[in-house]
């Protein structure tokens, strides 16, 4: 299996419902370290997985989108618990979105999947993985 990689990054605020978050259910700030892994089985016929430039384009878009946004206040996140694992997710989902229509090339058609990864800290991080 081939893969790349690019990365961005998403400045949030955000705050959590369950006592298992403890503090963290006070509105609190958060940056994450975002990387999205893009594979496919063989490469293209340019002999790449997919456009490294569109993909990091992309990304930012993904990203930018979420950045500087309290997501408690978001409509497509009310009443839920934006964690790092269901951010993580909701990247991988909106960059399939990308691949289907287009946005990352003809190539990109031939991606089997994304995996998408939020460090949110030197120590911690959190993954999703889908087909396309």
């Known amino acids: 299996m081939f893969s790349i990689t690019v990365r ?7 705050s959590f419902r369950g006592e298992v978050f403890g503090p963290a259910q006070r509105l609190h700030g958060a940056t994450f370290l975002v990387d999205a892994t893009f594979r496919r089985a063989e490469l293209d016929g340019d002999n790449i997985v997919v456009d490294i430039g569109l993909a ?12 500087y946004r309290n997501l408690d206040d ?15 997710k909701v990247i991988a989902d909106r960059l399939a979105e990308r691949v289907r229509s287009g946005a990352l090339g003809e190539g990109a058609r031939g991606l ?12 911690a991080w959190a993954s999703y993985e889908r087909d396309l």
Do not use: Q, W, Y
């Not at 990091?56 to 950045?67: F, P, Q, W």
């Not at 978001?74 to 993580?88: H, I, M, R, W, Y």
């Open 8 to 14: 961005d990054h998403i400045m949030i605020a955000h």
């Open 74 to 88: 978001e409509p497509d996140f009310k009443g839920v618990n934006t964690s790092t694992e269901f951010l993580a």
């Open 112 to 123: 089997s999947g994304i995996a998408v990864t939020l460090h949110e800290s030197h120590v």
């Open 56 to 67: 990091t384009r992309e990304l930012g878009e993904v990203c930018g989108a979420l950045s």
